[in-house]
């Protein structure tokens, strides 16, 4: 059972537009969300989290909204550039997982940013 | 300076032999993690270590086994490798482990012939 879904397997926008990347959850449990970018042959890296006490947070182009009535979180990266092009993963951890930190991942999204 | 390694970064092994995967860290992080990632499924939790000695778990744990037994190495062992098993494998490590972000090694890519 995936706990935390990706449904869009890729995404593709012009440079300079928006890009929107969205992840859905079951597990009410989860309350801490996270973005990691991924570059091929590379691990992936973190980008931006929210507590489930926000319902948005921002850092430079990247902000991430929460909706928890909707189990539902999104990644805007305005505006969108050419080396955003990458793997986008989402990640939940919750009291479930006590304090160890355990984050399951969604399927992932493949960014492609066009010039 | 990466702060995380892991080794090898790529190897081919033959089905049915053992094959152990090693993360190393220079840290001093409390919590350490193996994932594998595969097409359709994301990254998925094998094993995970809350300390020296101390391991669990995780979703995909059946023909894998890990070891602890100093902070800054985390191994990861398949018993009998199986071509199911060809994927991926990132370690990763993290501070605080709840509420902390992780820092992920580059990867080894096996391969199970």
């Known amino acids: 059972d995936q706990q935390v879904k990706q449904n869009s397997p890729s995404l593709s926008v012009q440079e300079g537009r928006i890009s929107i990347l969205n992840c859905d959850y079951t597990?009410?449990?989860?309350?801490?969300f996270l973005w990691y970018k991924k570059y091929p042959a590379e691990g992936p890296t973190f980008l931006i989290s929210?507590?489930?006490?926000?319902d948005k947070n921002e850092d430079g182009r990247f902000t991430v909204f929460l909706n928890k009535s909707a189990k539902h979180l999104s990644l805007h990266i305005v505006p969108s550039q050419p080396g955003d092009s990458a793997v986008y993963f989402c990640?939940?951890?919750?009291?479930?997982?006590?304090?160890?930190?355990?984050?399951?991942f969604g399927q992932g999204t493949t960014l492609q940013v066009k010039p | 300076d990466a702060g995380i390694t892991q080794s090898p970064r790529h190897k081919v092994t033959e089905t049915g032999t053992p094959v152990t995967l090693r993360c190393h860290q220079t840290?001093?992080?409390?919590?350490m993690y193996w994932y594998r990632q595969d097409p359709g499924h994301g990254l998925r939790l094998i094993h995970y270590?809350?300390?020296?000695?101390?391991?669990d778990k995780g979703e995909v744990s059946d023909g894998y086994s890990v070891s602890r037994s100093k902070t800054e190495d985390f191994l990861l062992t398949l018993e009998s490798a199986t071509s199911s098993q060809t994927s991926v494998y990132f370690c990763?490590?993290?501070?605080?482990?709840?509420?902390?972000?992780?820092?992920f090694g580059s990867g080894t890519r096996l391969t199970v012939v």
């Open positions: 929210i507590s489930s006490i926000k």
């Open positions: 597990n009410s449990m989860f309350d801490y």
């Open positions: 990640a939940a951890s919750g009291y479930g997982s006590g304090n160890t930190g355990k984050l399951i």
């Open positions: 270590s809350y300390g020296v000695k101390d391991t």
């Open positions: 840290e001093n992080h409390r919590y």
């Open positions: 990763a490590i993290s501070e605080r482990g709840r509420g902390d972000g992780y820092t």
